[in-house]
């Protein structure tokens, strides 16, 4: 914050108090009308607080030069019912807090069931091998590269007779489980409208989520899952008429997911690009009214970067193309990273993958390979055989590279593995500049806090009554603070850093 000198101190604190007070408002109306779940609220008013608490103790360290104690009075004041506010929302909204039973998004970030936020690193897999091996499962070769999240391809009509017995809801819910029991959140995707331009048979596709068998498999563990819609559908660039198209592209994606969610799905709905899945400037323009027509407000948007073409093969217009949607705040991912494209024939094009993944780690956007295995183009293999030992240079790469690879990037979520947000919660922290983690593990009496912060901490807990039952310091010294809340009951963790700016609230159940 620059503060003119000239400018007299009174002068400065009754505008902030006014700017405080929009805030405030901004506040009310986010928690009034907007209605978010717990996670999502936690979140967007600790970073509303941020900005509120800089300038309240900026203020108060003014304090001691400054004769006019009525303005920090009204400031302590204003800190402590901003504070309340927080607390009783959170009370008032514990029971839909605890329902909060899925993968969700908030802004452009994709958050898991227990607040944690989750960065894909992982890669594409055709379980079955496309259908003609019976019993072929990799999930277990390709989490030995550390993956935590698998795209795997399926099919709602089985493309030819040899498949018929493959592609059903059995076979579906053992692919869903082998990805999951090796902590690797599964994304299903239909393979059936792949670089179609048919918006009727794309809505008519989505008619496969909605089928007895498939729906109970898929509902069953939507807590885990996250539905891509169908691959590389619809055409914009390629249309005659590109407004049009964008308009149908957009409509044709708010019907389906409207169809999704009355049938009860709240889980995230990805969606691919148009243009075979190239075409990012039309997700930067339209990705945030889909949102917004969603009614979880849970859609997450995919890209893959065949860009010999779009981009012309350039890895700096490629680096500006994912600019573009970052500054359109969507949350997406680059569903299908290669490094060769088909045309005319597989393989017909090199793409410079390595400069595009150093760009996505210097913008923070998420990829997965493709592919593991069985693929037209045997150079875009990660490996040769579907086993890990087997890995060609290309997936030892995206495996092993220490700027950019799966093994030094993918963290997993531990709600994938534990089922629970109660046990070896990681919490990271949110203020900016900051690089540290605090875990809280449940024991049977209490938790045990601890955390790898270079600086003091301040714990404070709350009853789901707003009322501060223990309040402590974890100095960077000690190992570990242990807290024993007398009575079961949902608790909340206030964690504030040296500087009192606030880092998160987390609540844990005893």
């Known amino acids: 914050m620059v503060l003119s000198i000239n400018v007299g101190l009174n002068k400065w604190i009754g505008q902030k108090i006014k700017t405080i007070s929009k805030f405030v408002k901004i506040l009310l109306q986010e928690l009034n009308i907007i209605k978010l779940p717990f996670p999502t609220l936690a979140y967007n008013s600790m970073e509303l607080f941020k900005g509120i608490g800089y300038i309240i103790e900026y203020s108060l360290a003014q304090e001691d030069s400054y004769s006019g104690k009525k ?3 009204t400031l302590r004041l204003m800190k402590i019912i901003i504070e309340r506010l927080l607390i009783l929302y959170l009370v008032l909204n514990t029971v839909s807090a605890l329902s909060v039973n899925h993968f969700y998004t908030v802004g452009s970030k994709l958050y898991d069931p227990c607040a944690v936020e989750f960065n894909m690193r992982g890669v594409n897999y055709a379980p079955y091998n496309w259908g003609y091996a019976q019993n072929e499962l990799l999930l277990n070769e390709i989490a030995q590269t550390g993956a935590n ?16 017995s493959v592609y059903t809801a059995a076979k579906l819910a053992a692919a869903l489980d082998a990805c999951t029991v090796e902590g690797m959140l599964p994304i299903i995707e239909l393979h059936d409208q792949t670089c179609q331009n048919n918006p009727q048979a794309l809505i008519s596709l989505a008619d496969f989520y909605l089928q007895s068998d498939v729906k109970n498999v898929l509902m069953a563990r939507q807590d885990r899952l996250i539905i891509n819609i169908a691959n590389e559908s619809l ?38 690009a148009p243009d075979c899945g190239t075409n990012s400037d039309v997700l930067a323009a339209v990705g945030q009214e889909i949102i917004n027509a969603d009614g979880q407000h849970n859609v997450i948007f995919s890209i893959h970067t065949y860009w010999y073409s779009f981009a012309n093969n350039n890895p700096a217009t490629m680096v500006q193309k994912l600019q573009v949607v970052v500054n359109s705040g969507i949350p997406f991912v680059l569903g299908e990273v290669a490094d060769q494209q088909d045309d005319a024939q597989p393989c017909q094009y090199t793409l410079p993958y390595e400069q595009l993944l150093i760009g996505c ?8 390979a493709w592919s593991w295995c069985n693929d037209v183009c045997p150079n875009r293999q990660m490996t040769s055989t579907g086993r890990f030992n087997n890995l060609t240079s290309y997936g030892s790469d995206l495996t092993n590279n220490s700027i ?3 093994k ?13 947000c109660n046990s070896a919660a990681l919490i990271p922290s949110l203020s900016a500049g900051s690089n540290f983690e605090v875990r809280i593990l449940k024991g049977n009496n209490g938790w045990r806090i601890i955390s790898s912060h270079s600086s003091p901490l301040q714990i404070q807990l709350y009853n789901m009554l707003g009322q501060l039952l223990d309040c402590r310091m974890l100095q960077p010294a000690e190992s570990q603070l242990i807290l024993q809340p007398t009575g079961k009951g949902v608790y909340l963790f206030k964690i504030t850093d040296n500087d009192h700016r606030f880092e998160i609230i987390k609540q844990n159940t005893l």
């Open 71 to 73: 303005h920090f009075l």
């Open 149 to 164: 999240t698998v795209r795997m391809s399926w099919y709602a009509n089985n493309p030819d007779t040899q498949t018929h």
């Open 235 to 272: 055409f914009v660039l390629w249309a005659d008429n590109q407004t049009s198209a964008q308009n149908t592209f957009k409509s044709t994606y708010n019907t389906i997911i409207a169809k999704l969610r009355n049938a009860g799905y709240t889980c995230p709905l990805l969606i691919d």
């Open 361 to 368: 780690q210097s913008l923070g956007i998420n990829w997965l």
């Open 404 to 406: 950019y690879g799966i």
């Open 408 to 420: 030094a990037k993918a963290i997993k979520s531990p709600y994938l593995s534990t089922n629970t």
